[in-house]
């Protein structure tokens, strides 16, 4: 399970950590790793997500773009 698929699914839904951290099952100071993780490195999450585009689109996979890191 990625940290940047928790995160994301936590900013879309307007989660709180707790409420997280139920979801998917996991402790609460693993979803304040996840957190810190993401909104600290937006840089290298945005660059892993363009290049798993660009490998699916490779593969003739269409994929719908988003600006969200």
């Not at 995160?7 to 951290?21: C, G, H, K, L, V």
């Not at 609460?28 to 660059?47: G, S």
């Amino acid at each position: 399970m990625l940290a940047s698929t928790i995160w994301r699914d936590m900013t879309a839904n307007q989660m709180s950590p707790e409420q997280a951290a139920e979801n998917w099952d996991l402790p609460l100071y693993a979803i304040y790793e996840v957190i810190d993780y993401c909104e600290n490195n937006q840089e290298f999450l945005k660059l892993e997500a363009d290049e798993e585009r660009y490998r699916l689109e490779v593969k003739g996979v269409k994929v719908e773009s988003t600006n969200a890191a």
